[in-house]
């Protein structure tokens, strides 16, 4: 089994360039998930999709876009990077987010760099 | 809204020693808890969660974590870790309204031979 899978796993973009980054599962999970990790601050949602077609933002949404291409899809887009963009993202998928009871799986991350 | 702090950033332990790592929560409805482990260069792997019932719940790799819903916390206990604990240790909450986890800063296990 896959679970998530995330591409690509590493990336360093000039500050102004833009970039997606892909998010799949096989899980046939409704809800999927963006976060970025920074030491010392955790995971911060960035977007979340509950179900196909739908998308909202998460604590840090400034300067991403996200499209939910289908339910097994689900990609972010920086459109012009910025160093403060440096991090590593993780891509998340959950059975069911209604009840708030179910676990994420998460994928492997990609670290991106802006310089 | 939510949140969660997890008091130690980092927690240094002899191998064979028992640890406990520190997670408390706030939210003004019922939550649901989980831990996650991230080894390094790695995703997230839940550890194990807490959604009701007893308050003493065993994960996997020989954890468990005790809910104490007066102190609103939810710490993450092993009575004696080996060098391959060595990782970063999140805490996670969920509540019913919401529909994604947020995460503590995570705390750091470095276990030392």
């Known amino acids: 089994n896959a679970g998530v899978t995330q591409t690509p796993k590493f990336q360093v973009l000039k500050t102004g360039q833009s970039m997606t980054l892909q998010c799949a599962q096989d899980m046939n999970h409704n809800s999927m998930y963006w976060y970025r990790q920074d030491p010392g601050m955790g995971l911060r949602l960035i977007y979340y999709s509950a179900s196909e077609g739908t998308t909202d933002k998460g604590e840090v949404p400034n300067g991403y876009n996200v ?20 991090s590593v993202y993780f891509c998340a ?19 991106l760099t802006v310089v | 809204a939510q949140s969660v702090t997890q008091l130690d950033s980092q927690v240094p332990v ?26 390094p260069n790695q995703g997230l792997q839940l550890l194990l969660k807490y959604l009701s019932g007893s308050t003493l719940v065993k994960g996997i790799n020989g954890f468990e974590a005790e809910f104490n819903k007066s102190q609103t916390s939810f710490h993450l206990r092993k009575p004696s870790v080996h060098i391959s604990d060595t990782a970063e240790y999140f805490c996670a909450v969920a509540d019913t309204g919401r529909r994604a986890l947020t995460f503590g800063s995570g705390t750091r296990l470095q276990v030392q031979p």
Not at chain 2, 14 to 39: D, M, T
């Open chain 2, 14 to 39: 002899f191998e064979e020693a028992p640890v406990e790592l520190r997670c408390n929560y706030s939210s003004s409805v019922s939550v649901y808890l989980f831990w996650y482990v991230q080894y």
């Open chain 1, 93 to 111: 998928s959950r059975l069911d987010s209604w009840e708030g009871q179910t676990p994420a799986f998460f994928g492997q991350g990609t670290r």
């Open chain 1, 67 to 86: 499209s939910r291409l289908n339910k097994r899809e689900f990609s972010l887009r920086l459109e012009s990077a910025a160093p403060s963009q440096t």
